[in-house]
């Protein structure tokens, strides 16, 4: 699997004419955009955007209220100093040397931000800078020190995203940071040292034959050659021939032996079934093999060719359901925990081993669909990116949720090898840590280093790092909702700008118009608790600014999403103001279109 790289995605800017030479950067600082002179014939971008941080309007009228601080009471600025590690799986692997088959759960190495610079000094980063690349982060092996409160009060911190631009919009990011009182400085960053991050370690490989090592290779074409023999000679048919029905068996005469709907053998892509058993075996033809045969007669068994048509309601399809693709074009599947918290529900579900077991084959029904819907090329997507809500979640003391995990655990593991992509866990309660203790005796260590943790407090941010904003769903921080009789401006194929407001600073989103358009946007703080304001301001020295939503309060109960739209009759510049007073830092996200202007 590739590395799960945040790539900010830009906002678009419809109906504008492209510029002439402009170049998108992507790296660790904010990307910036620099136009050369245009061409006689070149055209002017219909828009452009610049992003100002400055002091939060509170905290700016307690410093002038308070007398200033003696010298030798100041602290050195360190509110933007990397706080550590990244956020770990509980109960990461002891061992400190790494394999290829099974990497041990790493987190990213700490790693400093350049402190912020004097107030009223202004940082443009040049293009040349822009365009190195970031520097790999270092890792390193997680040992088990860390004690069980220690480990609850941690959470996660992350690294402001750049906004960047493409189409017909040009991006500018120019910031200035201005500093806070010291006593406030230096609480953030004792707050930000007790948050660790995580990144699993866990890359996934390339399933096209030339990439495969000469032992892999070797191992692919010694799989193959055990299982030619075993279809030639009948031997996955009578293997998982039925002893109450041996009638109906004997009329099974065809020799194709098919997974997931794909015949073993027949093409490229029966390859990559077999290189999930085999990475799934640490390349060990034979072991391998034996997978192979366990799952072919697991699923005859279990019946999965009649499972794929039976009708098992939609009582569940709350509970677990697929929306939106995440950064790499994995399908993403969400677990909803919570939802048994229904006591009916998890009667329903759980209440003896008749109900368990239809739960089971309702979830492997599922899965089943889904993995048709993948793509077995070697170099197409064949993984599915898993997020467990655990928000409200009834906990490992339930004995009937603790035998259903276990039980579809096993299955899972026994036969649908190297499917998940990524498992991110969020809105982790304390009691994640002892459940975690519990289930990975029946876990891989391969499976367990996909692993990602979240507090509640960071989720959103780390599904970020994953998932575009605009394919999150809007219960989970993004962006997506599920459009039905309505005619939205917005879907999951318009990119937004993700950004970090800091503690006490106020950010302002300046989009400056070059034509008579009409500008929609939606804006979004996760979690809101800031102020939110928007105005016109026209570039003729005569007009007055119109105040398009005058800077109000927006608490976590209001609208998660704010969308807008302004009439621009005039040239001039929309600022998008967010006001950010707390102790905490804040996800900001934001995109907009460019509509035709109409009398």
Request: proline letters at 9%; glycine letters at 4%; one cysteine or more.
């Amino acid at each position: 699997m590739a590395d799960e790289t945040p790539a900010q995605n830009p906002p678009m800017a419809a109906a504008a004419p492209p510029p002439t030479s402009a170049t998108v950067t992507d790296s660790d600082s904010p990307a910036v955009l620099e136009k050369q002179d245009p061409s006689p014939t070149s055209h002017v971008p219909a828009v452009s955007v610049s992003v100002t941080e400055s002091v939060s309007t509170n905290i700016a009228e307690k410093e002038e209220q308070a007398p200033p601080p003696e010298p030798a009471a100041l602290e050195p600025d360190s509110s933007d100093k990397g706080s550590g590690k990244e956020e770990l799986p509980p109960m990461p692997p002891p061992q400190a040397v790494e394999s290829e088959s099974e990497p041990p759960a790493v987190t990213e190495a700490p790693k400093e931000e350049n402190p912020p610079a004097p107030a009223a000094e202004t940082v443009v980063i040049s293009e040349s800078e822009s365009h190195q690349p970031p520097a790999p982060p270092q890792q390193e092996v997680v040992t088990e020190s860390e004690s069980l409160a220690a480990m609850m009060e941690k959470e996660e911190t992350g690294a402001p995203a750049e906004p960047t631009a493409s189409g017909t919009t040009t991006t500018t990011t120019t910031t200035t940071t201005t500093t806070t009182s010291g006593q406030e400085e230096v609480a953030t960053a004792v707050e930000e040292k007790k948050v660790p991050q995580n990144l699993g370690s866990f890359k996934e490989e390339s399933n096209k034959e030339a990439d495969l090592s000469d032992s892999e290779r070797k191992a692919l074409e010694e799989l193959k050659q055990l299982v030619r023999e075993a279809i030639d000679s009948n031997f996955f048919n009578s293997e998982s021939k039925s002893v109450e029905n041996p009638e109906e068996e004997k009329k099974q005469e065809s020799k194709e032996v098919s997974i997931w709907g794909i015949s073993l053998l027949k093409d490229e892509r029966s390859d990559v079934i077999l290189l999930k058993f085999l990475r799934a075996r640490d390349f060990k033809a034979k072991d391998a093999f034996v997978m192979i045969k366990n799952t072919i007669r697991w699923r005859k068994e279990f019946g999965i060719d009649e499972l794929l048509d039976e009708d098992l309601g939609d009582d569940m399809e709350k509970v677990v359901f697929m929306h939106g693709q995440d950064k790499e074009g994995h399908p993403v599947c969400y677990n909803v925990y919570g939802e048994f918290q229904n006591k009916e529900l998890y009667q329903k579900a759980f209440s003896d081993e008749e109900k368990r077991m239809k739960f089971l084959r309702w979830r492997i029904q599922l899965l089943e669909k889904s993995i048709r819907k993948l793509d077995f090329s070697p170099g197409g997507v064949s993984t599915i990116f898993q997020v467990s809500d655990l928000k409200n979640s009834p906990g490992p003391g339930k004995k009937e949720l603790r035998l259903a995990t276990k039980q579809a655990l096993q299955v899972l593991q026994d036969n649908y090898p190297e499917f998940v992509a990524k498992q991110v866990f969020i809105n982790v309660p304390w009691w994640y840590l002892a459940f975690y203790t519990m289930i990975s005796p029946f876990m891989t260590q391969r499976t367990k280093s996909k692993f990602v943790i979240a507090l509640p407090s960071k989720s959103a941010e780390t599904l970020f790092k994953y998932i575009p904003p605009e394919q999150v769903p809007i219960q989970y921080g993004g962006l997506s909702v599920d459009y039905c009789d309505c005619n939205p401006e917005f879907s999951d194929a318009d990119p937004a700008t993700e950004m970090t407001v800091k503690p006490g600073t106020k950010q302002t989103v300046e989009i400056t118009i070059f034509e008579k358009c009409i500008l929609v946007w939606e804006i979004r703080v996760v979690g809101w608790e800031v102020s939110y304001g928007a105005e016109f301001v026209p570039d003729a020295k005569d007009s007055y600014a119109v105040i398009i939503q005058k800077p109000t309060k927006m608490t976590a109960k209001d609208e998660p999403v704010v969308s807008q739209s302004f009439k621009v009759g005039e040239l001039g510049k929309v600022l998008l103001t967010v006001d950010n007073p707390t102790s905490k830092k804040k996800k900001l996200l934001y995109r907009f279109k460019v509509k035709p202007f109409c009398d």
